[in-house]
């Protein structure tokens, strides 16, 4: 138990909240905690349990997650972006925010992050189910025998681009007895070296050298796309058989934009647009709070997040209709995002959950089953100095404050 832990477990107000999510009172609120301090209650909460906290906004939500990552001894928070849909075909369109979804939802779901911090938007929109991701990741390991045709299937299933040379992720090589992978997960590409069938040797290396760095015994290999079809030949007859449903007014317009994907997708080129086709692949949509079949769901700023999220599908609602206006999109493909406020609003409570807010608001019709207060202060400013800062929380400890960065 680090400083920052011994801290809050002096406080009144956590032992309540503590002793009041273990006996199943929730939905709980509390009220009297600025953003760090929000930080301090969920960093401390994980020790015992997976949290999936949802902020106001994308910017909220990343300094959460550093606020968590600063107060605990190891890395233990890390944010699921919001992603920018992409319903028609476009050249040289980013699919980083997808990769780092996917890096996200495999930290957590390997256990190797306790907290997924998320903006209200971004726990709206739809995800890669967790069975999905399991079935199209893999770990390989030093001694392992492996067959190089049944990896390269197995990676280019998972969205993976083979290359002369690994530059970025999401590509991998081959180069007789050396494999090059760099992982969606991985912050550093990794080498695996063969002798005959047996994975000799793994290592991280430089892109730039080329040469290796730290060397690894295992290592898992994530999915690169959040949107996979099992095959090219499945993906045609879903779109076949959508295509033949098609009735109404814009249905010509709809069909000639089906025959043209359905065109790319049988000459072996990667869908730019695969979000248009998210309920083909996935008919029951899942989210960021199907990684979370046990924990607890935090929710900061509640109010805010909900009239953000409201603003969001708006705008997006808007941007949309021309899409539908051009047989790009059509009632058959929804379903890739929550639609309201109210929506999100039931998942949340569907997990054991913590409203936390600044101060005291109407959140709705949800029925609190505790209302907690805090004293919360905030000590003065810091420089990012551990030392002076450790000198200055040891006052504290006995005080029965929560003590604070800014």
């Not at 970025?168 to 070296?193: C, H, L, N, T």
């Not at 899409?323 to 379903?335: H, M, V």
């Amino acid at each position: 138990m680090n400083i920052f832990d011994k801290i809050i477990h002096k406080t009144q107000f956590f032992n309540e909240l503590y002793d009041t999510v273990s006996g199943g009172y929730t939905p709980v609120s509390v009220t009297g905690v600025s953003g760090i301090h929000k930080a301090h209650i969920v960093s401390a909460l994980s020790h015992d349990t997976p949290l999936l906290m949802i902020c106001a906004d994308e910017a909220a939500a990343v300094k959460a997650a550093d606020d968590i990552n600063t107060l605990s001894d190891k890395p233990t928070a890390c944010v699921f972006p919001e992603k920018e849909y992409i319903f028609a075909p476009m050249e040289g369109a980013s699919d980083e925010y997808e990769r780092r979804r996917i890096e996200a939802l495999s930290l957590i779901k390997n256990g190797e992050r306790r907290i997924i911090c998320v903006s209200s938007n971004a726990a709206a929109q739809a995800t890669m189910p967790p069975e999905i991701l399991e079935k199209y990741s893999f770990k390989i390991s030093v001694g392992d025998e492996i067959s190089l045709d049944e990896l390269s299937k197995k990676l280019i299933a998972g969205g993976y681009s083979r290359c002369d040379m690994v530059e970025g992720q999401a590509q991998y090589s081959i180069r007789g007895s050396v494999v090059d992978i760099f992982p969606v997960s991985e912050r550093f590409p990794i080498r695996m070296e063969l002798w005959g069938d047996e994975i000799d040797s793994l290592a991280y290396f430089d892109t730039q050298t080329q040469r290796r760095t730290d060397p690894l015994e295992t290592a898992v290999i994530s999915p690169a796309r959040e949107i996979i079809f099992s095959s090219v030949d499945g993906l045609c007859e879903k779109i076949d058989a959508l295509s033949g449903a098609v009735r109404g007014k814009n249905a010509d317009k709809i069909r000639y934009q089906l025959r043209t994907d359905r065109e790319y997708a049988q000459s072996g080129i990667m869908l730019s647009n695969a979000d248009k086709y998210y309920t083909l692949a996935y008919p029951t949509p899942a989210f960021v709070f199907d990684y979370f079949k046990k924990g607890v769901c935090v929710v900061s700023e509640y109010a805010s997040g909900c009239e953000n999220l409201k603003n969001y599908i708006s705008i997006f609602n808007e941007e949309i209709k021309p899409l539908y206006e051009s047989g790009t999109l059509f009632k058959a493909l929804e379903g890739f995002i929550l639609t309201t406020p109210a929506e999100l609003t039931s998942r949340i409570l569907n997990m054991p959950s913590i409203f936390l807010d600044t101060f005291l608001r109407q959140n709705g019709d949800i029925k609190f089953r505790r209302l907690i207060n805090t004293d919360c202060r905030q000590t003065a400013g810091w420089g990012g100095g551990m030392v002076a800062l450790n000198e200055e929380l040891h006052e504290y400890i006995d005080s029965g404050y929560c003590v604070v960065l800014l």
